[in-house]
């Protein structure tokens, strides 16, 4: 959970993907039999509305915070949440406190607009992103709550684009057939894309239970996190595709989220 600021969405998205201080991401060829972009979800896709997934954090067997995502119905839109929250020995030496809201079309995936406020150590911070596809613009506006200083961005955005908290989802959505791989584009204001392979099946253990897994690696592709961290997800090999566990891998060390439980 150490610098939160930097590497904690990488954690929440994929918790989920890759963190998205990257740069403007660029167009890439298709991967297997997946394009580069995002898909709409399948006919009748059963969203996991009303579920939320908790997790434990942990960094070298201690355990460095929890963090969780739940997904509502919101209007015609549907709502992500996530948190973030450090504890014990880590919480002493760099608090954390997140909060994330993102909304998308629930007919296209396409993100719609993110809200975060974030208590990093000595940082603290309000951010908010809107996507207009209609400009092809994404604006971003930061606010740091202890200078008052402010920060207003607009970066190009090609087309659809998920980000790092509704990604967690969609990956969850996708068939994830054995040996497939997908890429497409994660946006925080700037844009990157990422792939996503299917590499095996695996039993895993967690406090939730033991389930039958398929596990899902996610790299960055392009911009400045290329080659610079990776994310292991498992998810259930059920229809539900459940996120059971995850390892995120970075410069400094990995950390591991194992699921605590679903509560509804």
Avoid at 2 to 20: E, P, S, Y
Avoid at 60 to 72: F, K, N, P, Q
Avoid at 148 to 169: Q, S
Wanted: charged residues 20%; neutral net charge.
């Amino acid at each position: 959970m150490l610098n939160f600021r930097q590497h904690g969405h990488l954690a929440v998205a994929l918790f989920i993907t890759v963190t998205l201080s990257a740069q403007q991401g660029r167009n890439t060829s298709t991967i297997g039999p997946a394009p580069a972009q995002i898909a709409p979800p399948r006919p009748n896709y059963p969203f996991p509305d009303g579920r939320s997934y908790v997790y434990a954090a942990e960094w070298h067997l201690i355990t460095a915070g929890t963090g969780s995502v739940r997904m509502e119905v919101s209007g015609n839109d549907r709502k992500v949440t996530a948190t973030a929250e450090s504890t014990g020995a880590v919480n002493v030496l760099f608090p954390v406190h997140d909060h994330f809201e993102s909304h998308f079309d629930p007919r296209t995936f396409c993100s719609l607009s993110i809200v975060k406020h974030s208590e990093e150590g000595s940082h603290q911070r309000e951010t908010s992103i809107r996507f207009d596809y209609a400009r092809k613009k994404s604006t971003l506006d930061e606010k740091n709550l202890k200078t008052g200083e402010t920060k207003h961005v607009e970066n190009d955005l090609a087309g659809c684009a998920t980000d790092v908290i509704t990604g967690f989802y969609y990956l969850q959505s996708l068939p994830l057939q054995m040996g497939e791989s997908y890429e497409f584009p994660i946006s925080d204001g700037k844009t990157t894309m990422v792939r996503a392979t299917v590499e095996k099946r695996e039993q895993v253990r967690v406090p939730a239970g033991s389930f039958p897994t398929i596990l899902v690696t996610a790299e960055a592709t392009s911009g400045s996190l290329q080659s610079k961290g990776k994310v292991w997800v498992w998810y259930s090999e059920d229809a539900s595709h459940t996120p059971v566990q995850m390892r995120v891998k970075l410069g400094w060390g990995t950390l591991l989220f194992r699921l605590q439980r679903v509560d509804k």
